[in-house]
């Protein structure tokens, strides 16, 4: 019964900023761990960040320093704050619970301009 809707993603050139947001409707958010996921064009999805219900964190080497994701238990939501992007960055970005995954949102895409 969990539903993710990510948003947050657009066009931005190399260096720039942008911060995703995942709402995710349920009573179970607070209780799992959530990551974020991408997708670039001919590539399989991929992990990029993780966070516990603890608020621990882990990153895929291509991001880490570059990227922090966070949670917000009461409002449902998990954040990623993106820094200096880069245009191996663009790809379509989704959030789902980490270790028991429930149906994939329609995903933000974020393209990044070199």
């Known amino acids: 019964q969990v539903q993710l809707v990510e948003s947050g993603g657009g066009l931005v050139q190399a260096g720039g900023s942008l911060r995703l947001s995942c709402a995710a409707s349920?009573?179970?958010?607070?209780?799992?761990?959530m990551g974020w996921y991408r997708q670039a064009p001919g590539k399989q999805r991929e992990l990029v960040a993780r966070?516990?219900?603890?608020?621990?964190?882990n990153y895929a080497d291509s991001v880490k320093g570059r990227f922090t994701i966070s949670r917000d238990n009461a409002k449902n939501t998990v954040y990623l704050q993106m820094n200096s992007l880069k245009p191996e960055d663009t790809a379509v970005y989704y959030c789902?619970?980490?270790?028991?995954?429930?149906?994939w949102g329609q995903g933000t895409q974020v393209t990044v301009s070199s």
């Open positions: 789902n619970l980490y270790e028991y995954r429930v149906p």
């Open positions: 966070i516990t219900n603890g608020g621990s964190t």
């Open positions: 349920g009573s179970i958010f607070s209780r799992n761990a």
